[in-house]
């Protein structure tokens, strides 16, 4: 892969001695690249990324790999509060929700799997942990959003996905919104009580992730039998997954 360089001032030292075990994916949520791309080699914004892949499936290099990028900012996954220190950043050209979100280009999205497939063979990042900016700040972002081709991306081994035809859980336990909520927790997300005023935009980010149908519906944020069945088959994946991306990496 041929990259274009463009080094940003912007990032400084893996804190702890942390190692990159996360792959955070982004949408840059600007007019154009340049905007975007102008932003994040600008010192007084200090936002940055390791990597931007544009439309046409051009990969710029802003930040090495073994630094700390400015990309993920307040956010939380399983625990980790300082996901910079604790990730790769890519971000994606998309106009983004605010000034015209539309799908991604193909040249694109087989320029960031060649880029994505690179970076998980060099880390240790589990398939539970290639995420989208949502995921980790879900009270603050939409992106990548629900356009985003996760599906296709776990078909080629990057992220995790679940078989399909998921049938909604038809006992009453299993559509108790505390169940979903536990699920949650256990992929990853912070862990809230449904009745918690960040519950419906936590909820909305898994679905933007795993079931975006139901974003612009009247089931987005909200503890649907299908977001609870989704979730169950989402964290059932996420640990066969991980079960055997360990097995591979120990040959």
Same mark, same amino acid.
């Given at each position: 892969?041929? +990259?274009? /360089?463009?080094?940003?001032p912007n990032f400084g030292e893996r804190r702890d001695g942390a190692p990159a075990d996360m792959l955070v994916l982004h949408y840059t949520g600007m007019p154009t690249a340049a905007a975007a791309l102008a932003r994040m080699m600008d010192p007084a914004a200090e936002v940055s990324a390791h990597y931007m892949v544009d439309e046409s499936g051009g990969v710029y290099a802003l930040v090495a790999e073994e630094k700390r990028a400015w990309h993920a900012g307040q956010s939380y996954w399983a625990g980790a509060s300082d996901i910079n220190s604790r990730s790769i950043g890519i971000e994606i050209v998309n106009p983004g929700h605010e000034f015209g979100y539309r799908d991604f280009a193909e040249p694109q999205i087989a320029a960031l799997e060649e880029l994505s497939l690179a970076i998980l063979a060099r880390h240790p990042i589990a398939p539970s942990r290639v995420l989208g900016h949502s995921d980790v700040a879900p009270d603050r972002k939409l992106d990548p959003g629900e356009r985003f081709p996760w599906r296709r991306l776990a078909a080629k081994g990057i992220g995790v996905w679940f078989a399909g035809g998921v049938a909604p859980p038809t006992e009453p336990m299993a559509q108790d919104p505390r169940r979903l909520m536990r699920h949650l927790a256990e992929i990853g997300y912070r862990g809230v009580a449904p @009745? @918690? *005023?960040?519950? *419906?935009?936590?909820?909305?980010? +898994? !679905?933007?992730?795993?079931? *975006? !149908?139901?974003? $612009?519906? /009247? $089931? /987005? $944020?909200?503890?649907t039998p299908e977001t609870i069945a989704a979730a169950f088959e989402i964290l059932a994946a996420m640990r066969g997954a991980d079960l055997a991306n360990a097995r591979v990496s120990k040959g």
């Open positions: 892969m041929r +990259f274009i /360089e463009s080094p940003s @009745d @918690d *005023p960040a519950a *419906p935009k936590l909820i909305a980010a +898994f !679905q933007r992730h795993w079931l *975006p !149908q139901a974003i $612009g519906t /009247e $089931g /987005e $944020g909200r503890a």
